[in-house]
């Protein structure tokens, strides 16, 4: 039999014994010694049904493929654009990855300039250098107006919820349209300052307080006022 010595949503160091025997299997962040299902890292526990995985509370992006991102346009190149998604290695969005069909000659201006905003999906992730992009499909796009904000990537799972549960009671709190790149870059659309402001500060609240217990609860009452 397999006994769990901790409980979901604690906070785990790097060597803490998790489980014992071979009833429990280490996910994300943890790993077996002998009989035991160890941590690798600081993170936040989640047990589902024999799994033990652990969320990290800190660290950097690492870009995967099918990952939505948010970034900026900082270059362009003959075939395409050069997005900044705050990785390692600067993202490629070529003309034949848009949801437009764009020309050899065409102005790339027109479609996406310096600076620009864009919503895009991972394609795929060459040898940790080389990050291919794209817009093709739902809610890929340019985005227009708005503000943007920076949270850790680590804590992005909290800001969606299950299923999307958080984000969406966020949204329809503050009648704002909301986009959480897996990178930790979250766009924020309303018609009213303030309610940006009340989703902006609901996000942080999240971010700062991901490994409470009641935080949905929380949440629900934050944006009540």
Known sequence: MGNLLIKEKDIV??????????????GDGAFREKDDVIAS????VSVKGRLIKLIPLSGK?????????????????????????????????????????????ADLTQY????????????????????????????L??????????INPSKVPRVIGKGGSMVSMIKDGTDCKITVGQNGVVWIFGTDAK?????????????????????TDKIKEFLKG
């Open 112 to 139: 996406y300039d310096f600076g620009d905003i864009v919503c895009a999906k991972i394609n795929k992730v060459i040898r940790n250098k080389v990050i291919d992009l794209t817009t093709k499909g739902m809610g």
């Open 141 to 150: 796009r340019k985005l227009k107006g708005g503000m943007l904000i920076k």
């Open 61 to 105: 992006y690492m870009p995967k493929p099918n990952d939505t991102v948010i970034g900026k346009v900082i270059d362009m190149t003959f075939g395409g654009w050069i997005i900044d998604i705050g990785t390692f290695a600067k993202a490629n969005l070529s003309i034949k990855d848009t949801s437009e069909y764009i020309s050899r000659d």
């Open 13 to 26: 160091v790097p060597g803490e014994v998790l489980a014992s025997g071979m009833d429990f299997l280490p």
């Open 41 to 44: 890292r600081l993170g936040l």
């Open 195 to 215: 309610k940006e402001k009340l989703a902006k500060d609901a996000i942080k609240k999240i971010e700062e307080e991901a490994h409470e217990e009641g935080l």
